[in-house]
């Protein structure tokens, strides 16, 4: 597979507001592991604006409601079980921006949504940002995804995020768009760009939508192909995409890179709005 991440770095600085991501950030292990994604995100880190703050909407902060981080100091949450302990003794020790969270949760309005201090880094967030600001020297909050509404309704909450770009604030969407775990092949997820013939069908079908600037099939998707039902088994890592898709403005481009299968049943598809 060609590098994808060289053609899109030359647009970066030209970008007159800061570029909005997605990022498949797979497995945990990538916060310690040596590999072509964490190469690439790092590459991808170093040639944005560097941001006044980031702003990440998490798989693994599923809720009913909506809730913000608000603490000065967020916790690094170790949110999966059965890895090394080299994992767990990972830190991530960014400051938060109560400031920016107050600002989301009005932003939002009227959506009501809650500032709270019990949530903290999941690894959907801290795992790519050890990798892509190891300083960890940039004011991070999080923003959960509310699990009882429709895709439809986080595409647009996600637009009333739109005038953060303008200040600086770096909004991530972290998931991964092929996503079904019950069927990873654990004794190939070593092999380079592995997938299942159905995963391959969704990855093919969900680039061509992200390159078309085509979203509305992608909210409808509980009604398209049953590959793509099998990669979306639950909504979970996929939301944080529309997050990032509904930030697109008319006149910016569209870029994929780690576009790779992992385990059969992974994607790492990984997209830049700029």
Not at 64 to 75: H, L, N, V, W, Y
Not at 177 to 187: A, K, S, T
Request: proline letters at 6%.
């Amino acid at each position: 597979m060609a590098d994808l991440l060289k053609d899109i770095l030359p647009f970066l600085s030209k970008s007159e507001t800061m570029p909005v991501l997605f990022l498949g950030h797979g497995s945990p292990m990538n916060a310690i592991e040596e590999n072509e994604f964490v190469e690439n995100f790092r590459k991808l880190a170093s040639n944005l604006p560097t941001p006044s703050s980031i702003l990440c909407i998490s798989a693994h902060w599923y809720t009913r409601g909506t809730f913000i981080t608000a603490t000065e100091r967020p916790k690094t949450i170790h949110d999966f079980y059965g890895f090394p302990k080299e994992l767990y003794a990972v830190q991530y020790p960014a400051h938060g921006n109560p400031r920016l969270a107050k600002e989301v949760k009005q932003l939002l309005q009227p959506v009501y949504s809650e500032e709270t201090d019990e949530w903290g880094l999941d690894h959907g967030t801290w795992s790519l940002l050890k990798n892509m600001y190891p300083e960890a020297n940039i004011p991070v909050i999080q923003m959960s995804i509310d699990g009882t509404k429709p895709a439809s309704y986080h595409y647009e909450l996600a637009k009333q995020l739109s005038s953060l770009r303008n200040k600086g604030v770096l909004i991530i969407g972290s998931g991964n768009i092929v996503h079904n775990l019950r069927m990873v092949d654990f004794q190939n997820m070593n092999r380079d760009d592995y997938g299942f013939d159905w995963a391959r069908e969704a990855r093919s079908l969900f680039n061509q939508y992200i390159l078309d600037k085509n979203h509305q099939p992608m909210l409808d998707y509980k009604n398209l192909q049953s590959a793509i039902q099998m990669a979306v088994p639950t909504p979970d890592h996929y939301l944080p995409l529309l997050y990032t898709l509904s930030l697109q403005e008319k006149k910016e481009n569209t870029y994929l890179f780690n576009d790779k299968m992992v385990g059969g049943s992974l994607s790492m598809t990984s997209v830049v709005i700029a």
